[in-house]
C-alpha cells in the first residue's frame, strides 16, 4: 500500500525542540521533492518546508527559517522535520506530502502543542 | 512573496447546484496552481493541477481553469460528498495556499 505515515508529535514547551517523521510505504522518498504542510487549529494550509529529490535544496518560508530544518535518510525512506526555539504558533497538525506536478499524496498527519 | 486570495469564503449551496469559487494570486504564476479539498480531521486531497488538469481519480463535474493571476474552480453539480472546504495553491515560488472556502449547505 502506497502511504506516508508521520509520527512525533506530541505536546512541548516553548523554546524546546522536537523531530517529526514521516516514513513512506510502497514509493520511494529519493525519487520526489517532498514537503511539510502545517495546519493550525481551525486554520488554514501553510507550507513549512520542502526538499527536492535529489536532496541538496531545501526551502522554508520566513515564519520558520533558522528554527525549522528539513531532512531525509534514504535507507530508511524517511522524511523529517527537525524544530528548535518552538513557540505557541507552531501548534498545528503536521503533514507531510509528496510533489509530483502539485502534492498528490499527503500523510494523516501528527498533532503538534507547543504549552508552557 | 505571492499572495492568495480566494473568494467567497463561504459559499451556502444545494446538491444539484453549480459552484464557482475564485482565486487570485498576487502577481502571475502563469499556470502552477493546483486546488485541494479538504473534509474535517482529514488530510488535504488533491483535485486539479496545473490550473486545469484534473487528477486521476477526481469526479469529472469538478473543472478548473485561469491563467496568469485570476483562477476558478467549478463544480457542474453538487453533490453530497462534495461539502467540504477548497484551497487553491500557487506553486510557482515558491509555494502557498489560499485562505480557503467552505462549502456547506443551504
Known amino acids: 500500500q502506497v502511504q506516508l505515515v508521520e509520527s512525533g508529535g506530541g505536546v512541548v514547551q516553548p523554546g524546546r525542540s522536537l523531530r517529526l517523521s514521516c516514513t513512506a510505504s510502497?514509493?520511494?522518498?529519493?525519487?520526489?521533492?517532498m514537503h511539510w504542510v502545517r495546519q493550525a487549529p481551525g486554520k488554514g494550509l501553510e507550507w513549512v518546508a520542502f526538499?527536492?529529490?535529489?536532496?541538496?535544496?531545501?526551502n522554508y518560508p520566513d515564519s520558520v527559517k533558522g528554527r525549522f530544518t528539513i531532512s531525509r535518510d534514504t535507507s530508511r525512506n524517511t522524511l523529517y522535520l527537525q524544530m528548535n526555539s518552538l513557540r505557541v504558533e507552531d501548534t498545528a497538525v503536521y503533514y507531510c506530502?509528496?510533489?509530483?506536478?502539485?502534492?498528490?499524496?499527503w500523510g494523516q498527519g501528527t498533532v503538534l502543542t507547543v504549552s508552557s | 512573496d505571492i499572495q492568495m486570495t480566494q473568494s467567497p469564503s463561504t459559499l451556502s449551496a444545494s446538491v444539484g447546484d453549480r459552484v464557482t469559487i475564485t482565486c487570485r494570486a498576487s502577481?502571475?504564476?502563469?499556470?502552477?496552481l493546483a486546488w485541494y479539498q479538504q473534509k474535517p480531521g482529514k488530510a488535504p486531497k488533491l483535485l486539479i493541477y496545473?490550473?486545469?488538469i484534473l487528477e486521476s481519480g477526481v469526479p469529472s463535474r469538478f473543472s478548473g481553469s485561469g491563467s496568469g493571476t485570476e483562477f476558478t474552480l467549478t463544480i457542474s453539480s453538487l453533490q453530497p460528498d462534495d461539502f467540504a472546504t477548497y484551497y487553491c495553491?500557487?506553486?510557482?515560488?515558491?509555494?502557498?495556499f489560499g485562505p480557503g472556502t467552505k462549502v456547506d449547505i443551504k
Open positions: 506530502a509528496r510533489e509530483a506536478g502539485a502534492f498528490d499524496m
Open positions: 510502497g514509493l520511494t522518498l529519493r525519487m520526489f521533492a
Open positions: 526538499i527536492s529529490d535529489d536532496g541538496i535544496n531545501q
Open positions: 502577481q502571475s504564476i502563469f499556470r502552477w
Open positions: 496545473k490550473a486545469s
Open positions: 495553491q500557487q506553486y510557482n515560488n515558491p509555494f502557498t
